[in-house]
């Protein structure tokens, strides 16, 4: 499949600039075990790059242009690095863009290409298709211009691009995995230092289920900067009580406790859940380095609920899925994953019991929601880099 698809990247490149390219680099997409909404509280995630992801042909250029051809949207587009403006037309050239805008302002030098792209992370389905596009991207000017950029600063050189051009005020877990990914690895991140631990995953007999709902995150970046909001506020309020903190990260769920009744019940409620996820991350870790498959089930479980009582971020359609998955023994865990209001759900699950989930999701799912489910098994795959071809 992959083979293919480098085929018709590397034909697509010959028909559309005559020639070779270069170069393919690939970044993949992510699907996050357990640490939801906690990047931005300078806390712990838990996220696995998966084995889709975008791929980018490219040819280096003696001048300062830009020219990208989207072989998925079929769409050209052409920009000056001298001269990068946010593109109201064609929004996914915004990536690319934005990219090369703020490794600029970072004194890294690069020289135009001509580039073709295509993906198979699905769009708007919370798998992180935009942190696969910057990455992608990133890695591509690096490489061809023979540079060296530290993966973290690449990491959050995109994030940047995302939030100062794209617009989306994300946190560092996305494109940070997308860069770091290891084969049969999951990745925990410090979100404050941006130190990682790669930890293997035993994953014998046991798959990676992501069931996409079909809803697409209709509100996700309107609640996204709420939630924020709401994090900082409650962060504000506990500062009076605990000098010295600077994100919930600091804060121990006791002294939420003993400070609630100083917060309003919204923000109490948020924090409460970012405070628990930290400590769910921690203790995911433990209990796959343990083998404790269970205990770990029973932890995303905890997690999607306190995303769906606590953070109020899933949606009926979210719960619908879990909640088919939970019914079914071989289930190890279930939760919505990524930013929420719509998107896909994680499952560990027995590898008997995978035909048993893939039909009761195919049944249940639409009689209850109306929508058309996609069912994808993952496997964790390498973050990006170049593919030889
Ligand atoms: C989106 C953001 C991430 C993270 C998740 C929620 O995917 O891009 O930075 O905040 O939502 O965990």
């Known amino acids: 499949m992959n083979n293919e698809r480098i085929d018709k990247l590397v034909n697509s490149f010959k028909d559309k600039f005559d020639g070779n390219p270069d170069i393919l680099v ?17 806390g712990f995630v838990f996220p696995v790059a998966i084995d889709r992801d975008i791929m980018i042909a490219s040819r280096r250029r003696d001048d300062l242009i830009v020219r990208l051809y989207s072989l998925d949207f079929d769409q050209s587009v052409e920009f000056s690095l001298g001269d990068i403006k946010y593109d109201e037309e064609q929004k996914w050239s915004n990536y ?13 030098k690069i020289s135009g290409l001509d580039a073709v792209i295509t993906g198979n992370v699905p769009l708007g389905a919370g798998l992180s298709s935009s942190a696969a596009m910057e990455v992608a991207m990133a890695t591509t000017f690096e490489k061809i211009n023979g540079l060296t950029i530290e993966p973290a600063e690449m990491a959050l050189l995109c994030q940047k691009a995302e939030n100062k051009f794209v617009g989306m005020n994300c946190g560092i877990m996305d494109q940070f995995i997308s860069r770091m990914g290891k084969k049969d690895h999951a990745l925990l991140l410090d979100c404050r230092s941006l130190e990682y631990d790669l930890i293997p995953l035993n994953l014998e007999n046991i798959k990676i289920v992501v069931c996409d709902t079909g809803k697409k995150r209709g509100l996700v970046d309107s609640e996204y900067n709420k939630r924020r909001a709401e994090c900082e506020r409650g962060v504000k309020i506990l500062e009076k009580f605990l000098p ?18 100083h917060i309003p ?12 996820e930290n400590i769910r991350v921690l203790e995911s870790v433990e209990a796959i380095e343990e083998f404790d498959l269970l205990k770990f089930g029973d932890l995303m479980n905890e997690s999607h609920i306190g995303l769906r009582d606590e953070y109020e971020v899933s949606c009926p359609e979210l719960d619908a899925m879990v909640e088919i998955a939970w019914k079914i023994d071989g289930v190890i865990g279930s939760r919505m994953t990524g930013a929420g209001f719509g998107g896909c759900t994680v499952s560990v699950v027995v590898e008997d019991s995978l035909q048993e989930l893939i039909d009761k999701v195919n049944e249940e799912y639409p009689k209850r ?3 058309q489910p996609e069912i994808y098994i993952c496997t964790a795959e390498d973050g990006a880099g170049v593919v030889e071809i």
Request: some cysteine; overall charge negative.
């Open 26 to 42: 690939r970044a993949p997409g992510r699907v996050n075990l357990i640490g939801e909404h906690t990047d931005y509280n300078d």
């Open 96 to 108: 690319p863009r934005g990219v090369a805008f703020f490794l600029q302002e970072s004194e890294y």
């Open 244 to 261: 010295g903190i600077s994100a919930l990260r600091d804060v121990e769920f006791s002294d939420l406790i003993k400070y609630s009744g």
């Open 265 to 276: 019940e919204i923000t109490e409620k948020r924090c409460r859940y970012v405070i628990k």
């Open 369 to 371: 929601t109306g929508l």
